[in-house]
Structure formats: structure tokens, C-alpha cells
């Protein structure tokens, strides 16, 4: 697996981690059905493939997703500890069954996060911390603050933090280094090309894509009359009435251009992420080894300049129609 570096040179201490990550949130909720089973043996494969930077969050499934990754590597000993680089992240509180969050950026609740995190996920140290979403009552320098605390405690590696403005990474970076910026970035999802990019290649900051495969849509394999009441993408505007039907459109335009060249839908969606810069890390969420196997062989695709641009072009994002979240997921984006 190609790596690509966790950090860059301003960080403490740079770290190499695979150039495809792996989202498990749709492990613990979100994406219909779950089987812990069916998990595990993805996530063994996923080391086998070489695909040893893990994904969470202390919200999905409200502890669940976390203790899951914990259980995996406890069965695997020191040795899986030592391969894996674990990134999990705080912020989000919600109730049980709901959608509807508050953000939490308190220094009293970040320090209690981490230590149930660290519970769950059975580790001395989180590799990487993210703050999940900023709220703008608690100054930047006040989190950053209690998350270097964090760092010099040895319970945290890295800091990373979610889909937060330029100007808040630039707050941020003058009063430690951050590794990682989470954001969603995909084909249909352009919003980081206004500038977050640049400021990340400038600032040593890695990017994290978050969403590659545009919550399947992308792949062309859901279609929203399929999914359950209980799959959050029922309710996502972009799945939803005429606006699904207008990003069909785009899908198939997909479909045509990785048909031309022997590819999947999602493979040449993550092909793209990785085109673009040095410095992005897609971590695209299954739970299934074939779309696992599929996706990791996305890492030898290497895209043309031309082929780029054009799907520059097909996705511009004047063609998408709906918002990424409904209202209630916005709370917190910057
Ligand atoms: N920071 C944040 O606020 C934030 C927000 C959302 C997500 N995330 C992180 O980002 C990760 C990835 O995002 P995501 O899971 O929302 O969206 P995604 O990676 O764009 O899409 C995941 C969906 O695509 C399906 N899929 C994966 N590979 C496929 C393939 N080759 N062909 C067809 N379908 C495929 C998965 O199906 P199966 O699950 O059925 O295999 C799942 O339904 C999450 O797991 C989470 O760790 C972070």
C-alpha cells in the first residue's frame, strides 16, 4: 500500500499511514444494518491489504464503533496495536436514537471524552484526536489549549479537527500543530478546493476525506426507494425527490467515464481524491471485504492531468442538486 505522510514536517512527530484509510462509522449506524461479525473480518482484511488507518468516533453508535475497534485490537495483541494508527474523534453529543446533537467543546467534557475513548478503544494513547465540529462559544486557542494538555498528558498523538474554516486552522496552528483537517470532500462535495487545500498544503496539515464515495451514492449502487427509515441517507437532500434524480445524472456520466477504462464507479472517485494532492487521504467506510478489495485496488489508478479536468467538469458543482446534510447535520460546520 502507498503511504502518504500523517502530519508533514511542522508536527511533533510526522507519521507514514496508507494512502487509503478506512471509515468504520457505518459499522455502528447510519448506513442500515450492522453485523460486528461481518466487521471484524473486514477490518482483519483491511490490515492484510495494508490498510492500517482506522476511522471513528466516540458518537458512532454512541460508544459502539469504538469498543468495536477496541475488541479488534485486543484480539490481536501488541501486534495489531503497534500496526494500527487509530483516529477517533470527540464533540458530538447525542442522545440515544437521535439524530439531533449538540456540540461540546468544554475542557471539561474534551478531558472526560478521551478517557472514555481510551477506555473503549483499550489504548494508552489516541494517534489522532480530531475535534468532531468546533463550537464557536469556546475560542479556538481555549481548545487547541486543553488539547495540547492532552498531548503532553501521553494520551494523544496527533490533533486533527472537523470540518472547520480556514481561518479557525490558522487560529489553531499558531497555537499547536494539526495534523489533520476532516472534511468531506468528494466528487459531488468540492467545498474544500475554496481554499482548505491550499491552507492544509501550506501549513503542513494533512487532509482527510471524509464521504469519498459520497455515502455510495457515487458508486451508483443505492438508490434512496431502497433504503430503510432507519439509513440516515433516507432523509439526506441529496438522495431525496427531484434532487436524486438530477445527481442520477451525474452517476451514470461516472458510470461512462469508468466503463471506459475497466473501472469501478468508486474507484475512480477515489483515483480523483487522490489525483489531486499529495497531501489528501480518502478513508472510505465499508463493511464489506469485496468493496474493501475493490477500493484499495483504487491506490495503483493513476488519473491523467486531461481525465482530472474532466471529471472536474461532469461534477462541476453547479450540477449538484441538494445540501450534503439536512439542517440538523449542519450544526457545526464551519
Ligand atoms: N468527520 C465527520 O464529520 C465525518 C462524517 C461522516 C463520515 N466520516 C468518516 O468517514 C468515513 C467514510 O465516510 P462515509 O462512510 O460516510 O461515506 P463513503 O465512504 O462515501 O460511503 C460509504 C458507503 O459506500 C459503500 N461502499 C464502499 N465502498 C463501495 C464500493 N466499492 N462499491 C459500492 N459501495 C461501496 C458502503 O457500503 P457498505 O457499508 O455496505 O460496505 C457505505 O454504504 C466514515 O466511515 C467515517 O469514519 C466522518
Redesign the pocket.
Known sequence: MKQRTLGQARTPAPTQVCALGL????MSE???ATDDVQSLATLTRALELGVTFL???DT?GLGHNESLLGRFLKEGGAARRAQVVIAT?FGIVRASGQYERRIDNSAAYIRSACDASLQRLGVDCIDLY?C??RNPEVPVEDLMGTLAELVRAGKVRQLGL??VSVDTLRKACAVHPVAAV???Y?LWSREPESGMLQACAELGTTFVA???????F??G??ASATLTETDFRKHNPRFSGAAEAVNRELVDGLRSFADGLGL????VALAWLLAKHSHVVP??????IA??E??VAATDVLLTAAQVSELDRLFDPAKVAGTRYPDAGMVGIE
Open positions: 471509515g468504520c462509522m457505518g447510519f448506513y442500515g476511522d471513528t468516533a458512532y474523534k480530531y468532531h465540529r472537523s470540518e476532516q472534511s468531506e468528494s471524509y464521504s469519498p464515495l459520497g455515502r455510495a457515487l458508486t449502487t443505492v469501478t464507479n468508486a474507484q478513508i472510505p467506510g465499508t463493511r464489506r468493496y474493501l475493490q477500493n
